[in-house]
């Protein structure tokens, strides 16, 4: 029989006061997007909030991730709601008190900060995304938090898909109204839930020289992921592939609606949303396996070979069936990473190491969007409407905008796949790898044990 081990009814306590809090935050950031577009019906200030939040993104990750090992963990889920809190409430006061026409004018000083107080709202939420893998370190033995990481994987898809339906629904209701509305309640109830949630940490988790060190200690960061034969190489890989995957950040709407109509691509997003979920189960389930290195490396060989695969057709049909395996697929990346960090970073730096990853990672997804939206525009596209393109391989390939970025996907899955390909043979990956089988680190002082043998989770329904 299959289980997790550890504090598991707490674990179980604070997957479900998450769910509620991401869903809400994500419903805020999709919402107020929604609900700009249709006041001002600017793509720019649309564009611009998109641009705020994966900004604030990059920027906070290490700060957050200090404020994750500066403080114990209930504190920080608890300050990161609060603060939310308090921001769509100054949020909430503004919308009461505008008069609507002044939040037409994409230029208004009043409607920037509404979207401001939002944004912030939502970014402080960023401090429950860097805790969650650290509490999988305190909560859960070492063996099972693969399969930990998988759950989380789960709760991240679920607020995916609720999102999607949440926000345009209230939006077309009363506008922000309802939406902030059950914000500020939701984030009340879980403020409330998580003061009766029990987490075994008994004290904030020293350094190696006897004090806990204030502040982001970017170069004791850098110090502990240098120390770990083969992690910065991981973080670069990962950086990486998110610098390629903006390329699906940027492309991936503008395809499918050259193929359906734009009712059709919101309800197959739905279903193709649950990938995620169905994913972070199976991970649960199955575990990552002894080699997670390599696992995560063969996964990202299948995932960029998606990317080369399903354009080669200009159909609706092979494009769901890829992009329904692709997110299937991403909770196995995402949980295995989380486990090898989990496993060679001490405790007490997680919150750091993870911070800096999302700030690294993420800062490299908008680059791309940036870049290639005005080269396949000006370039792929007419390369293959009656350009060169067009002549030689349309035949064959087909022509017109949609081959234009059908192309660029296919380009990028090549680099992607060559790219992991020499990772798999190179020197970094063996070190990482032998450091994993040898010694596994990162684990959570005396109060991650669990407490009985029988406080466990049986994920085996059979």
Do not use: C
């Not at 564009?47 to 939040?53: A, K, L, R, T, Y």
């Not at 596209?381 to 192309?407: C, E, K, S």
């Not at 020499?422 to 407490?451: D, N």
């Amino acid at each position: 029989m299959t289980v997790i081990r550890g504090h598991v009814k707490t674990f179980y306590q604070l997957l479900a006061n998450t769910l509620l809090v991401s869903v809400m935050n994500f419903t805020i950031w999709f919402a107020v997007t929604f609900w700009v577009y249709l006041q001002t019906r600017s793509v720019f200030a649309t564009g611009m909030i998109s641009g705020i939040f994966l900004v604030l993104t990059a920027l906070t990750g290490i700060w957050f991730g200090s404020l994750v090992d500066g403080h114990r963990k209930k504190t920080a889920l608890q300050g990161s709601a609060v603060a939310s809190l308090l921001l769509y409430a100054a949020a909430f006061a503004i919308y009461l008190g505008t008069p609507a026409d002044e939040f037409r004018d994409p230029a208004s000083a009043v409607l920037w900060a509404f979207v401001l107080l939002l944004m912030f709202g939502v970014i402080a939420g960023n401090i429950r995304t860097i805790a969650l893998p650290t509490l999988v370190t305190l909560l859960i033995e070492e063996d099972t938090r693969d399969r930990a990481n998988g759950l989380v994987g789960t709760v991240s898809g679920t607020t995916f898909l609720v999102t999607s339906v949440i926000s345009g629904v209230l939006v077309a209701l009363d506008g922000m109204y309802s939406v902030l509305l059950l914000a500020i309640v939701v984030l009340g109830l879980a403020v409330a839930h998580l003061n009766f949630v029990p987490i075994p940490e008994r004290e904030v988790v020293h350094t190696e020289d006897g004090a806990a060190k204030a502040g982001v200690d970017l170069r004791g960061t850098l110090r502990i992921i240098a120390g770990v034969p083969g992690l910065t190489a991981l973080i670069l890989f990962s950086t990486f592939n998110n610098f390629l995957g903006g390329v699906f950040m940027a492309l991936a709407d503008a395809y499918g609606l050259s193929l359906v109509s734009v009712q059709t691509w919101g309800l197959l997003w739905g279903v193709l949303s649950t990938g995620f979920i169905i994913g972070g189960l199976l991970v649960a389930r199955t575990g990552l396996g002894k080699r997670p290195v390599r696992l995560l490396l063969l996964i990202n060989l299948v995932l960029w070979t998606i990317i080369i695969v399903f354009p080669l057709w200009a159909s609706i049909i092979p494009l769901a069936l890829g992009f329904f395996l692709y997110m299937t697929l991403v909770p196995y990346a995402e949980a295995t990473e989380q486990t090898i960090l989990q496993r060679v970073v001490p405790y007490e730096r997680q919150g750091r190491v993870f911070g800096l990853a999302q700030s690294v990672e993420q800062a490299a997804s908008p680059l791309t969007a940036f870049l290639i939206s005005p080269i396949t525009q000006f370039v792929f596209i007419p390369f293959m409407t009656d350009g060169a393109g067009a002549r030689t391989i349309g035949p064959w390939f087909g022509t017109g905008a949609d081959r234009g970025m059908a192309l660029v996907f296919i380009l990028t899955g090549i680099i992607g796949v060559i790219a992991t390909s020499i990772a798999l043979v190179s020197r970094p990956y063996h070190r990482l790898s032998r450091r994993l089988a040898e010694e596994p680190a990162g684990t959570a002082p005396e109060a991650g044990a669990a407490p009985d043998g029988d406080e466990r989770l049986s994920l085996d329904r059979g």
